[in-house]
């Protein structure tokens, strides 16, 4: 009875968890980022993702190895009419990882649920998620390395047995009762692989890296987004806001977005090349797709100190940011970009960036 009355209520708690997880998402997230060049969504941009989002894999433009070997793995599931293993997904934000999770639940015809890791707070969240799957449903856990530990332990038993263990009773009369799940598929997807634990990545069957786009990818990518948003834009417009999208389609759209705003108050709305470029240049991002934060950064390298090598702190000192947002946010473009070097030192400004900026790289190369 006792257990009876916990699994409905927590039958309810999965709507709650489900309904509302962007909501503790944003608790214990830092600020979001609202750059326009910024690789994570910004809070108010699920409505507009979601009409670009692609529904099939042939709509899935780019990432062709992860296309090839996912066809391949949905089809023999299809034919033994199983679900799928337990699948990874990792790369940096935007790169397509929550759309790939759906793309698999519709080719697979199942239903998906969606929860982060930081949404799952108690082990109570979980269970009720759990215990509310379908058989074959898909459960997307997004930021998965943000789980705490006491909930990856009640995944493990859930990923590898399809059982839930839940503990019914308090102190010595306290035992554990095993729920036996429907066979489900997880997809966790996660910016950050060092973070996730030896035992939670080893469950997973498959694990599939998302690289930056090329940028013809990116093209195709803006002119399908186009086309869905009914923006008239010519090619040579798309390609100036392609080269400036840092590789990244969350970048791209988010850019094309813009430039239509732009395009529609100033102009009569077509995007022509020239509309493009005056635009992207008040928003201030550059031909490379920097923006101000990654040029200030990089200024205060190369004329605060001496072009480096500089620790994480006083970079951070010295331009008023917070020491994870260069990490994770800034850093990995300009590291892709060979404009940044990471010594045990700290941070190095490379030729590169000083030539980007349209100054004279020092005579001798810094001594690491
Ligand atoms: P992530 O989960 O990795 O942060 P998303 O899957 O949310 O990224 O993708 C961000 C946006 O970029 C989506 O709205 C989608 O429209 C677009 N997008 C991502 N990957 C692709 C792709 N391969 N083809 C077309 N559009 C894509």
Same mark, same amino acid.
């Given at each position: 009875?006792?257990?009876?009355?916990?699994?409905?209520?927590?039958? /309810?708690?999965?709507?709650?968890?489900? /309904?509302?997880s962007?909501?503790?998402?944003? /608790?214990?997230?830092?600020?979001?980022?609202?750059?326009?060049?910024?690789a994570?969504?910004?809070?108010? *941009?699920?409505?507009?993702?979601?009409?670009?989002?692609?529904?099939?894999?042939?709509?899935?433009?780019?990432?062709?190895?992860?296309?090839e070997?996912?066809?391949?793995?949905?089809?023999?599931?299809?034919?033994?009419?199983?679900?799928?293993?337990?699948?990874?997904?990792?790369?940096?934000?935007?790169?397509?990882k929550?759309?790939?999770?759906?793309?698999?639940?519709?080719?697979m015809r199942?239903?998906?649920?969606?929860?982060?890791?930081?949404?799952?707070?108690?082990?109570?969240?979980?269970?009720?998620?759990?215990?509310?799957?379908? +058989?074959?449903?898909?459960l997307?856990?997004?930021?998965?390395?943000?789980?705490?530990?006491?909930? *990856?332990?009640?995944?493990?038993p859930?990923?590898?047995?399809?059982?839930?263990?839940?503990?019914?009773?308090?102190?010595?009369?306290?035992?554990?009762?095993?729920?036996?799940?429907?066979?489900?598929?997880?997809?966790?997807?996660?910016?950050?692989?060092?973070?996730?634990?030896?035992?939670?990545?080893?469950?997973?069957?498959?694990?599939?890296?998302?690289?930056?786009?090329?940028?013809?990818?990116?093209?195709?990518?803006?002119?399908?987004?186009?086309?869905?948003?009914?923006?008239?834009?010519?090619?040579?417009?798309?390609?100036?806001?392609?080269?400036?999208?840092?590789?990244? +389609?969350?970048?791209?759209?988010?850019?094309?977005?813009?430039?239509?705003?732009?395009?529609?108050?100033?102009?009569?709305?077509?995007?022509?090349?020239?509309?493009?470029v005056?635009?992207?240049?008040?928003?201030?991002?550059?031909?490379?797709?920097?923006?101000?934060?990654?040029?200030?950064?990089?200024?205060?390298?190369?004329?605060?100190?001496?072009?480096? +090598?500089?620790?994480?702190?006083?970079?951070?000192?010295?331009?008023?940011?917070?020491?994870?947002?260069? *990490?994770?946010?800034?850093?990995?473009?300009?590291?892709?970009?060979?404009?940044?070097?990471r010594?045990?030192?700290?941070?190095?400004?490379? +030729?590169r960036?000083?030539?980007?900026?349209?100054?004279?790289?020092? *005579?001798?190369?810094?001594?690491?």
């Amino acid at each position: 009875m006792g257990t009876k009355i916990r699994i409905e209520f927590s039958k /309810c708690y999965s709507q709650f968890a489900i /309904c509302y997880s962007p909501i503790y998402a944003l /608790c214990s997230m830092p600020l979001p980022d609202l750059r326009p060049t910024a690789a994570a969504a910004a809070p108010d *941009e699920q409505i507009f993702e979601q009409t670009l989002r692609p529904k099939t894999l042939a709509e899935f433009v780019g990432q062709e190895k992860i296309k090839e070997n996912l066809s391949i793995f949905l089809e023999a599931a299809r034919r033994r009419k199983e679900p799928i293993e337990h699948v990874l997904l990792y790369g940096n934000p935007g790169l397509g990882k929550t759309t790939l999770a759906h793309v698999i639940a519709a080719e697979m015809r199942v239903p998906i649920k969606v929860t982060s890791g930081p949404a799952l707070e108690k082990v109570g969240d979980l269970a009720a998620i759990l215990s509310s799957l379908e +058989p074959g449903e898909v459960l997307f856990v997004d930021e998965i390395h943000r789980l705490n530990r006491q909930i *990856e332990e009640v995944l493990y038993p859930a990923m590898e047995d399809f059982a839930l263990d839940l503990v019914v009773g308090k102190g010595p009369a306290a035992r554990t009762l095993r729920l036996t799940l429907p066979r489900f598929t997880l997809i966790g997807a996660t910016t950050r692989m060092s973070l996730l634990s030896s035992p939670l990545r080893d469950r997973f069957g498959v694990t599939y890296r998302l690289d930056y786009y090329e940028e013809k990818e990116i093209l195709s990518i803006l002119k399908r987004s186009a086309k869905l948003l009914g923006v008239a834009a010519g090619e040579i417009a798309l390609q100036e806001i392609a080269s400036r999208s840092r590789r990244t +389609p969350r970048v791209a759209n988010r850019l094309l977005k813009r430039v239509r705003d732009y395009a529609e108050v100033r102009h009569s709305g077509t995007i022509t090349s020239e509309i493009a470029v005056q635009s992207l240049a008040s928003l201030e991002v550059d031909r490379l797709g920097l923006d101000a934060v990654d040029r200030r950064l990089l200024t205060a390298i190369i004329e605060r100190f001496r072009g480096g +090598p500089v620790g994480l702190s006083a970079l951070a000192a010295a331009t008023a940011e917070e020491v994870d947002t260069i *990490e994770e946010i800034y850093e990995p473009f300009l590291l892709r970009l060979g404009f940044l070097e990471r010594t045990p030192r700290g941070r190095l400004a490379t +030729p590169r960036a000083y030539e980007h900026l349209g100054l004279k790289p020092p *005579e001798r190369p810094t001594l690491l």
